[in-house]
């Protein structure tokens, strides 16, 4: 299983201005080296800034770091990060946090054979099977006069307590047996913005029931 990237997305009303490579450093005290490897020129309404695998970006209704090709996602500094640049701006008004791991897996072709026969014709024996409550799964097709191939599935649980949400896409790319996976994370904070350690500090937390969903859905570890 590769990963493709990790971020950590927080929506509410946010000053780009303030992002940038002093703030970041001075301020929040990030160790991130001396300079940007690169930053796109300051304009009022949109900062970006990158240091090698980590993107800094922030506009008026976003604030998201992202890491690339992580390759031990449970040491991420992501959610200290994240922790740390909310805490120097106590005032600013938040509506979600969201955190999302991108991935390709490689599968076995009769594996994946297995998946796609019940997706296509018995998704009543896979739902059955995932033992998982209050959920949705939407299947697309590519249909063309000669064939049916499955392009890709999610499988989304229903909001659970503390006003949380999860969401996993797969999509399928044909002859390479290769999964993208896609997992997001949500958490309403408008009710309640303590809800927000549910990303800082309970990171690792959400790590897990990523993998343990893929372990349903798969039916065996993937890791």
Not at 64 to 72: A, D, G, L, Y
């Amino acid at each position: 299983m590769t990963n493709n990237h990790i971020n950590i997305v927080v929506l509410g009303n946010f000053n780009p201005s303030i992002l940038t490579h002093h703030f970041l450093v001075d301020e929040c005290g990030f160790d991130l080296g001396s300079t940007p490897s690169e930053q796109i020129p300051r304009i009022p309404v949109v900062s970006s800034i990158e240091y090698d695998n980590l993107h800094f970006f922030a506009d008026l209704g976003r604030f998201q770091i992202t890491e690339k090709n992580s390759t031990n996602p449970k040491q991420s500094k992501l959610p200290k990060y994240v922790d740390t640049y909310l805490k120097k701006l106590p005032y600013t008004p938040i509506k979600k946090c969201g955190m999302n791991f991108s991935y390709m897996i490689t599968i076995k072709s009769e594996e994946l054979d297995k998946i796609e026969m019940q997706l296509m014709s018995n998704r009543k024996s896979l739902c059955e099977s995932l033992e998982m409550d209050n959920f949705q799964l939407q299947v697309f097709f590519d249909i063309s006069a000669e064939k049916e191939q499955l392009k890709k599935w999610i499988l989304q649980l229903a909001p659970q307590g503390h006003n949380t949400k999860t969401i996993l896409s797969v999509s399928y790319t044909p002859d390479a047996n290769t999964l993208g996976i896609d997992f997001n994370y949500e958490v309403d904070l408008v009710e309640n913005y303590d809800l927000i350690k549910n990303i800082v500090d309970g990171y690792d937390e959400v790590y897990d029931l990523f993998l343990a969903q893929l372990q349903k859905l798969f039916g065996r570890k993937i890791l």
